[in-house]
């Protein structure tokens, strides 16, 4: 089974940080990944990724850019 490598902050758990960076470990999401015909995958974290390949493409693009300039 496939899992999801995109990489995300959990909290350290140290109870002494000297610094905010100990605060955080950096690891893998490693949630299960799920594919569709033309390569693009989705994890269960909700990360995903949409193929050039895909003709829902043009759809993710569209709804990025919108996103972009409106969500702040």
Not at 31 to 41: I, R
Not at 47 to 70: G, N, T, V
Request: aromatic content about 12%; some cysteine.
């Amino acid at each position: 089974m496939d899992k999801c490598t995109w990489l995300i902050e959990v909290a350290s758990g140290n109870p002494e940080p000297d610094f905010p960076e100990d605060m955080v470990r950096i690891i893998e999401c490693g949630a299960p990944v799920t594919f569709n015909q033309y390569g693009s995958w989705k994890c269960e974290a909700g990360h995903e990724h949409i193929s050039y390949d895909d003709p829902a493409r043009a759809d993710y693009e569209a709804e990025q850019a919108y996103l972009d300039r409106f969500d702040h």
